[in-house]
């Protein structure tokens, strides 16, 4: 999906959704008990961050979310899902078909609701 849009329609989406997507495909290697990327034998925290520059004003909310989606224990599909929904986002500036990508983002969220829906199903009662 996608291919068909205008080509500056698909700069500005991959353009509009880099930061987010990296942080979400980041999210995978995370790990909630020690708070640290684990990426192949490099580990990183957030003092990782600070040391670099960035100011902990930042750095704990990003912390926070990263808690927090790990929480969702997603599933591969779902982090995928998650990912198309990103970037298919009508709100990107420069985007000349909106409608269109509305659509398409509509579609992955119907499809990332009944994947949910069949692998987590609500308790009864």
Same mark, same amino acid.
């Given at each position: 999906?996608?291919?068909?849009?205008?080509? @500056? @329609?698909?700069?500005?989406? =991959?353009?509009? /959704?880099?930061? #987010?997507?990296?942080?979400?495909? +980041?999210?995978?290697? +995370?790990? #909630?008990?020690?708070?640290?990327?684990?990426?192949?034998?490099?580990?990183?925290?957030?003092?990782?961050? /600070?040391?670099?520059?960035?100011?902990?004003? $930042? =750095?704990?909310?990003l912390?926070?979310?990263?808690?927090?989606?790990?929480?969702?224990?997603?599933?591969?599909?779902? $982090?995928?899902?998650?990912? /198309?929904?990103?970037? +298919?986002s009508? @709100?990107?500036?420069?985007?000349?078909?909106?409608?269109?990508? @509305?659509?398409?983002? #509509?579609?992955?969220?119907?499809?990332?609701?009944? $994947?949910?829906?069949?692998?987590?199903?609500?308790? #009864?009662?």
């Open positions: 999906p996608g291919r068909s849009l205008p080509i @500056d @329609d698909q700069i500005s989406l =991959l353009k509009g /959704a880099t930061l #987010e997507i990296c942080q979400i495909q +980041f999210n995978t290697v +995370f790990n #909630e008990e020690t708070k640290a990327w684990e990426c192949g034998q490099h580990c990183y925290t957030i003092q990782d961050g /600070a040391l670099a520059g960035f100011q902990q004003i $930042y =750095l704990e909310p912390l926070k979310f990263h808690i927090s989606l790990r929480k969702l224990r997603l599933h591969e599909a779902e $982090y995928v899902l998650l990912l /198309a929904i990103v970037l +298919f009508p @709100d990107h500036p420069g985007i000349t078909q909106r409608h269109t990508v @509305d659509q398409l983002q #509509e579609k992955m969220a119907l499809t990332l609701k009944s $994947y949910i829906d069949q692998r987590h199903p609500l308790p #009864e009662g």
